[in-house]
Structures are given as structure tokens and as C-alpha cells.
């Protein structure tokens, strides 16, 4: 590991993992900590899920979404993915000196208008202001807490042979709208982010009664690297070229820029692994609520040792590997 932190620390690749496993794992190592789930299961009378996560995107504003939008809805995700019912939310703001206030106002507005959303309440916060230069205008830091009930607990996220791997929706759209805005890359029509809070269409496929063994939001490092954290030493993981879902505009951008969809950042989406008697009912309730109309059934777990890899549509074999280096600095 280097002795300084780069982007690629913060891009959710091998490096990123790498610093949570030889740094912060090592000191806050405890029971609720160590499984590295989107949301730590904790004991609080009842049982909760609580999450955290800090926003420092540019630019703050791009299409389909701004920061505001987002931090509530990663937060809420990452709860809602748990098996819980996202409840609270704490935001906590640090400004640059100078920053707008009409900004901040627009950026306040839609935090307040994703969490009425996502139903959620943001019940504490905190505001600091430091020097000009010393942020990009605005940095978010959130934290969640959501609640499980005995009808629904925490989802074991534990893949088994014979599972079906479902996708909610298309991939790569955040990252690539990210990109294009950034970059002024000047597509027409824009590529238009996917963020939403999807509390909802979980709750659609949890009260479906179907089984979920594993269910993850795809941000950094995308759904490539959530199959790879997924797989392990007695299973592999095959997904099907023809049936991964990319809008058709994301899938030129990916193609022009050489980039995989498999590895871009994704705020709009989940990925589910179901055991094969439920995959029908799992899809068929996510397609009845407007975020998953586009859901599809994208590959399945098998016995195997542990490899993760997409059948081309020529039949050969790709393999999928944990993405590494600086992906899409800055994407959420």
C-alpha cells in the first residue's frame, strides 16, 4: 500500500479496499463493523441498521440530480438494501466561505424534497464554514439509521449456488452523467443520472415473499465490484453479455471512452441474488414500481472456485475483475 492516499483511495477499487482492510478495519474493528455491509446491524432495543457516507461530487449540479439529491439517496440505499426500513437521517454540511446562498438554498430544498421522497426524516445536523480553498463550495456528510422488524430482519448477504443475479435497472448512467458534465464531453441529449431513493422498490420485493439472499446498491466501482465482494472460494459467478442492461446512450459514451459499464458508479440501482424458485417473483415486483420497470435477470451463481465472469455473446469467456487504479474520481 503507498505511503500517501490518492484518488484511486477513493474511487472503490482494489486500493480502496485495500485501505479499508489495512486501515480502518484494523481500528474500529468490532462485530457491527466487520461484515463491511452498505449499513452496520446494530442492537438498540429493537434492531437498527445505521450507515454513513460523505458527498464531495462536482459539480454539484448535473443532469437528473445534484448533490442534494444524492446524499439522501445513498444514504437511504444503503439502508434500505440492509433489509431495513430507513427512518433518520443527520446531515452535516462543510461550506467554502464565499459559497452562494442562493445555492445552498436550492441545495437544501432538494434534500429536503428527496427525503419527503424517500419518506425519511433528517432529524440533526451540523454546519461548519471554513476558508476559501479549502473545499469545492460545498462537501455533505450524512448518516442514516433504519429499523428492522421481526417480520423482516437483516438479508444474510450470502450468495449460494443456484441464485439468479437481478439488476433493478440499466447500469452506468451516474457515472457517465458525471463525466459528461464535467467534462463538457457536449453528448445531445445529455446522459441523465439514475439517483432516487429506492426504499420503495425494495419494499416491493421484500413483501413479495420471495427469498433475497444478497442485495447491494451499485455505486463505486460499480456492479463489477460488488459481484467480486459477492463471490467466494466454492462458487463463481457468471453473468450474460446479451442480457446486461446499459441505455443506449450510456453504452456509446462507455464505448467511445473505453470504459466497462460494468465498473461505473451507479445511484438509481440494486443488485439482487435469489434463489432460483423466487428470481420470477423477485423481477415480477420489481417491474410493478416505476425505478424497476427495466429490471432483468443477468446471470447466477454457480458451484465453482471462485471467479466471476460474463459469457460473451460469441460464447467465450470474460473475466470480471475487482476494478483497480482512479476509476471516475469524484462521483459521489
Known sequence: MPKKITLAHGAGGEAYRELVQEIFLPAYANDMLRPLTDSAVCAAGEKIAMTTDSYVIKPLFFPGGDIGRLCVSGTVNDLAVSGAYPRYLSVGLIIEAGFALE????IVESIAATAKEAGVSIVTGDTKVVEAGSVDGIFINTAGIGVFTPERPPLPQKIAPGDKIIISGPMAAHGMAIMAARENLGFNPPIECDVAPLAALVDRVLESGCQVNAMRD??????AAILCEWVTPDTDIVLYDSLLPVRPAVAAACALLGLDPLSIANEGIVLLSVPAPDAERALAALQTVDSGKNAAMIGEVKKGGGAVYAVTD????RKIMMPQGELLPRIC
Open 314 to 317: 460469441y460464447g467465450t469467456k
Open 103 to 106: 445555492t445552498l438554498v436550492r
Open 218 to 223: 451499485p455505486t463505486r466501482g460499480g456492479v
